[in-house]
């Protein structure tokens, strides 16, 4: 566990500089797992130009370019309810942060593959953050138009929880949207994650 809490005798931001360090390393072991991915995909579509068969290779790039899209909307998540943690941190909330880069959760009939981000107050309060999308065949599709979920749970108090979905419009940016009871889409922004944050800690 990853503990944005300062220890006895250290420096609050000195905890928050070495959790950014640790954070930083495994976000680096990340990025060049992302790169492989990216380098071999992008030679599977040079082969499938190269017998004849564009429309693998269209395939093969459209879906390295949506891998982007998802790590990068999966990380942006990640980072939101981090930052809002640690300012709530730097006003004397007691906060520790639990992340982790292997998770996967359910979303209806299809397992998604991710991370997790678990921030506890005090002794019993807890919120999570789940994110991925499917990896294989066998995990399912994201359905609703979307390229990868999200989850955003408080324990023991199911009505702040929310449902996201991330979406990528053209060359837009993609971008996560809540999916409400009466299915209207509302955008998800950083002021949400704060109100997250607000609610665990008040």
């Known amino acids: 566990m990853i503990t944005s809490r300062a220890g ?33 995909v992008a030679e599977a579509a040079e082969r499938a130009c190269a017998v004849g068969r564009a429309d693998v290779a269209d395939y093969l790039t459209l879906r390295a370019a949506n891998d982007v899209a998802r790590a990068v909307g999966v990380q942006w998540l990640i980072d939101a309810f981090t930052v809002a943690a640690d300012e709530a941190l730097l006003k004397g909330a007691d906060l520790r942060l639990d992340p982790s880069d292997d998770h996967s959760f359910r979303v209806s009939q299809s397992t998604m593959v991710g991370r997790q981000l678990t921030i506890l ?12 999308w499917p990896r294989t065949p066998a995990d399912g599709v994201v ?27 053209g060359d837009e940016a993609p971008r996560w949207l809540v999916l409400t009871e009466s299915g209207a889409r509302e955008a998800f ?14």
């Open 8 to 40: 006895a005798g250290e420096d609050l931001r000195q905890a928050l500089a070495r959790d950014l360090d640790e954070r930083s390393k495994v976000e680096r072991l990340m990025g060049e797992l992302d790169a492989e991915w990216e380098r071999r």
């Open 121 to 132: 107050s005090g002794l019993v309060r807890a919120l999570t953050v789940e994110a991925g």
């Open 143 to 169: 359905l609703g138009g979307g390229i990868a979920r999200a989850r955003v749970s408080h324990f023991g108090d199911r009505a702040p929880g929310e449902e996201l979905l991330l979406v990528r419009l």
């Open 189 to 202: 922004n950083e002021q949400r994650a704060h109100t997250h944050i607000t609610r665990l800690t008040s």
